[in-house]
């Protein structure tokens, strides 16, 4: 995570030093450390989380992280006013503080502790010993759900693959491929499928449509950086709610606040279609919209609720990953990121391509898919979840019968897709 933290710092830094192919080159290595550092992060998550702490933490851990939207954009915009064009001096201005904000980051996470060399309970809300198989009967008690076991075709003699210390990179490679071919992990890919388009058009796509609105007022780009700040707010405000409120907003399960995430997505999507004019993700244009003359206050509104909604989602994944996934943290994650960052990529290349109504369509329709994967996932790990239970019941009566309970839970989490 320092390595690759160390490579964002170093890509700040560049632009205190313009140059086309500088730029190009670090964006290139900055994609691939990206990706490590997600799913170093995410494993990093999985072992400092218990079962009781999982939700809260994805929730605290978004919320901060997200903090650099409403920041970050606030520190630009409060720059750039009335501003035509970038010199030496502004550039200084800008990007000295943010390097310096990096580095400091930087230097937070040597602190960290090495759970690695010094693992501890998982109940004090640090590492879990992975290294020991447990017992059955604290399989039963702990409900941890290996998921991941259901891979396409497998029977019962073929070993599960372990990734340990002297792993090969090309086991782990295997590992990975093998995990997203199983049924859990192919729904939940379409969740993060999803996360990546929506996640790309509210980052850079919604703001620079409401910048090429003209009808806005012939100061419309002053609503990019608006855009930035009250997308960061809805985003702070919907990571801070569930990690704040933690196990309360998870009791009935975490299918609840993915479907709000969905319908206050449903709600911006359908504003955003009526309000911005349809050819305003090509160039500027001063054609009206559904309402005749654009409403920047709905604009507005709507960057909110897509912050919000990308919240309700985005803590929900990371909170499943980490707790269906325990085993696997560094596959999953690796999964997790490959298939939003791919879909991200795709977003932000078609964008260029597919006026807002295309993309409304679009979002709304794999918005949906993901909702109803989710809840899939979430409904067949709690099925799961009951036979442990009611196995840990019969631990006290029976050591044999939970044995054989256990047994017969396996042999569902196995079953292969085809089935």
């Keep these: 995570m320092i390595l690759t933290s160390i490579v964002y710092v170093i890509f700040i830094a560049s632009f205190l030093f313009p140059s086309t192919w500088l730029l190009y080159l670090l964006s290139a290595i900055l994609g691939t450390a990206a990706a490590?550092?997600?799913?170093?992060?995410?494993?990093?998550?999985?072992?400092?989380?218990?079962?009781?702490?999982?939700?809260?933490?994805?929730?605290?851990?978004?919320?901060?992280?997200?903090?650099?939207?409403?920041?970050?954009?606030?520190?630009?915009?409060?720059?750039?006013?009335?501003?035509?064009?970038?010199?030496?001096?502004?550039?200084?201005?800008?990007?000295?503080?943010?390097?310096?904000?990096?580095?400091?980051?930087?230097?937070l996470m040597c602190f960290l502790k090495n759970l690695k060399s010094a693992p501890e309970d998982k109940s004090g809300n640090t590492l879990q010993n992975t290294t020991e198989e447990p017992t059955n009967s604290?399989?039963?008690?702990?409900?941890?759900?290996?998921?991941?076991?259901?891979?396409?075709?497998?029977?019962?003699?073929?070993?599960?693959?372990?990734?340990?210390?002297?792993?090969?990179?090309?086991?782990?490679?295997?590992?990975?491929?093998q995990l997203f071919c199983t049924w859990h992990m192919l729904l939940l890919s379409l969740c993060s499928i999803y996360s990546g388009l929506e996640y790309s058009f509210l980052s850079g796509v919604y703001s620079t449509a409401v910048g090429n609105t003209r009808q806005l007022g012939v100061d419309s780009k002053k609503f990019v950086g608006l855009v930035g700040i009250l997308t960061g707010v809805g985003e702070v405000l919907g990571g801070s709610l569930f990690g704040l409120l933690g196990s309360r907003t998870t009791k009935k399960g975490r299918?609840?606040?993915?479907?709000?995430?969905?319908?206050?997505?449903?709600?911006?999507?359908?504003?955003?279609?009526?309000?911005?004019?349809?050819?305003?993700?090509?160039?500027?244009?001063?054609?009206?919209?559904?309402?005749?003359?654009?409403?920047?206050?709905?604009?507005?509104?709507?960057?909110?609720?897509?912050?919000?909604?990308?919240?309700?989602?985005?803590?929900?994944?990371?909170?499943?990953?980490?707790?269906?996934?325990?085993?696997?943290?560094?596959?999953?994650?690796?999964?997790?990121?490959?298939?939003q960052s791919a879909a991200s990529a795709v977003a932000f290349f078609t964008s260029s391509y597919m006026g807002v109504f295309l993309q409304m369509v679009v979002l709304f329709l794999t918005c949906v898919v993901s909702a109803i994967a989710f809840f899939i996932v979430e409904w067949k790990t709690g099925?799961?979840?009951?036979?442990?239970?009611?196995?840990?019941?019969?631990?006290?009566?029976?050591?044999?019968?939970?044995?054989?309970?256990?047994?017969?839970?396996?042999?569902?989490?196995?079953?292969p897709t085809n089935s």
């Design 383 to 415: 099925q799961l979840t009951q036979k442990v239970v009611k196995g840990d019941d019969c631990t006290a009566k029976d050591e044999q019968n939970c044995q054989q309970q256990q047994q017969l839970t396996e042999q569902d989490v196995n079953q």
């Design 138 to 177: 604290e399989n039963i008690k702990k409900v941890n759900i290996e998921i991941d076991l259901d891979v396409v075709g497998k029977s019962s003699d073929i070993p599960e693959v372990k990734v340990t210390i002297g792993s090969t990179a090309l086991t782990a490679f295997k590992e990975s491929l």
């Design 36 to 107: 490590i550092l997600w799913t170093s992060q995410g494993t990093f998550f999985t072992w400092i989380s218990s079962p009781d702490t999982i939700n809260r933490n994805s929730g605290v851990f978004y919320a901060i992280n997200q903090c650099s939207l409403f920041f970050g954009n606030l520190f630009v915009f409060w720059q750039l006013r009335g501003k035509t064009v970038i010199d030496g001096d502004l550039r200084s201005t800008i990007f000295i503080p943010l390097t310096v904000v990096g580095i400091v980051g930087v230097c």
């Design 255 to 339: 299918t609840p606040i993915v479907l709000l995430g969905a319908a206050v997505h449903f709600a911006s999507f359908t504003c955003i279609y009526f309000n911005i004019p349809n050819d305003a993700t090509l160039k500027e244009t001063n054609d009206i919209s559904f309402f005749q003359i654009p409403s920047s206050t709905l604009a507005l509104v709507c960057a909110v609720f897509l912050g919000f909604g990308d919240a309700c989602l985005q803590t929900q994944l990371i909170a499943t990953f980490a707790s269906v996934y325990q085993a696997k943290s560094s596959a999953a994650f690796a999964i997790f990121k490959f298939t």
